[in-house]
Each structure stands twice: as C-alpha cells, then as structure tokens.
C-alpha cells in the first residue's frame, strides 16, 4: 500500500467515525505522513518499540494460533480416522488455502475478550466500561444483541 492511497483511506474512515460520532485512536510506528482528520486521531510510536506496545504482540497473535493449531490438529485427526493409511503429514498437505483461512477467523472469533483487554492494558491502554449512548460500540461479545462499550482512557 502506498502513503497516498492509505492517507485517501484514512480521510475515508474519518469520514466514517464523524457520521457514527465515534473517536478513534489509530497508532503507527513510521511517522511518514502528516493527517488532518476530525475524529481520527494519529498519534506516532517510538522506533524499535513495536513489540513493546502493539497490543497484538502481547498475547493476543500466541493465543491465535494456539486455536489455529488445535482446529488444524483436529482436522487430521478426524481425517486419520476416516482416510486409513494416511499419514499425519500426507494429510496436512491436503488443507486448502480457503481451510486456513476459516480456521484462522473462527480462531481469532474465539480469542477472549478478556485476553484482548490485558493485552490492550498490558501495553498501557487502559479500558473501562462504560453504560453511556455518547461513546462508541466497539464490542460484541456475544451472539446476543448486548453490546458491551467501552473508552480507552
């Protein structure tokens, strides 16, 4: 992706968050470009951080793919009690690229929502709860129609 189309994106989405009277708080780590967006608020990562403070590498990428693997494992099993003869490995090379992808979104659907905020908190992002129609809707946890809102202060 090039800065230009990103920056046309960006402007896109704060376009967005004005009409649905969200604020978003978007980091980076490469402070390339300068933005002039409304509800959209670029802030710039210090170099050599990015494990440090990206919430996804505090535990929430490990959990990921130990629910990947396990769907994976799962799959062979019960492909090596159906196709008899088949080796583990012989079976692994049968998984199709639209496979791991269903696995990889229904693994990251199954990531706690609580792992995702102590990793959030983990890297200083603190969440609290709120019960307030101003704030934005940025959770659903549940099938139901509860929506759970929070700010990150």
Same mark, same amino acid.
Request: aromatic share 12%; net charge negative.
């Given at each position: 992706?090039?800065?230009?189309?990103?920056?046309?994106? &960006? !402007? *896109?989405?704060?376009?967005?968050?004005?009409?649905? +009277?969200? @604020? @978003?708080? *978007?980091?980076? !780590?490469?402070?390339?470009?300068? @933005?002039?967006? %409304?509800?959209?608020?670029?802030?710039? &990562?210090?170099?050599?951080?990015?494990?440090?403070?990206?919430?996804?590498?505090?535990?929430?990428?490990? =959990?990921? +793919?130990?629910?990947?693997?396990?769907?994976? &494992?799962?799959?062979?099993?019960?492909?090596?009690?159906? %196709?008899?003869? %088949?080796?583990?490995?012989?079976?692994? +090379?049968?998984?199709?690229?639209?496979?791991?992808?269903?696995?990889?979104?229904? =693994?990251?659907?199954?990531?706690?929502?609580?792992?995702?905020? %102590?990793?959030?908190?983990?890297?200083? @992002?603190? &969440?609290?709860?709120?019960?307030?129609?101003?704030?934005?809707?940025?959770?659903?946890?549940?099938?139901?129609?509860?929506?759970?809102?929070?700010?990150?202060?």
């Amino acid at each position: 992706m090039t800065g230009e189309i990103f920056e046309e994106w &960006l !402007h *896109w989405f704060d376009r967005q968050m004005k009409v649905e +009277k969200c @604020f @978003f708080l *978007w980091t980076m !780590h490469h402070p390339i470009l300068r @933005f002039n967006l %409304k509800n959209v608020n670029v802030k710039f &990562l210090p170099p050599n951080t990015t494990s440090l403070c990206q919430p996804m590498d505090q535990g929430i990428i490990q =959990a990921m +793919k130990l629910k990947y693997r396990k769907k994976q &494992l799962q799959y062979v099993i019960s492909q090596m009690e159906l %196709k008899q003869g %088949k080796s583990g490995f012989d079976l692994l +090379k049968d998984i199709s690229v639209l496979d791991a992808i269903y696995w990889v979104a229904r =693994a990251f659907e199954e990531v706690e929502i609580s792992t995702i905020v %102590k990793c959030f908190a983990k890297c200083g @992002f603190q &969440l609290n709860s709120v019960e307030s129609e101003s704030e934005c809707t940025v959770l659903n946890d549940s099938e139901s129609d509860e929506e759970e809102v929070i700010t990150i202060q």
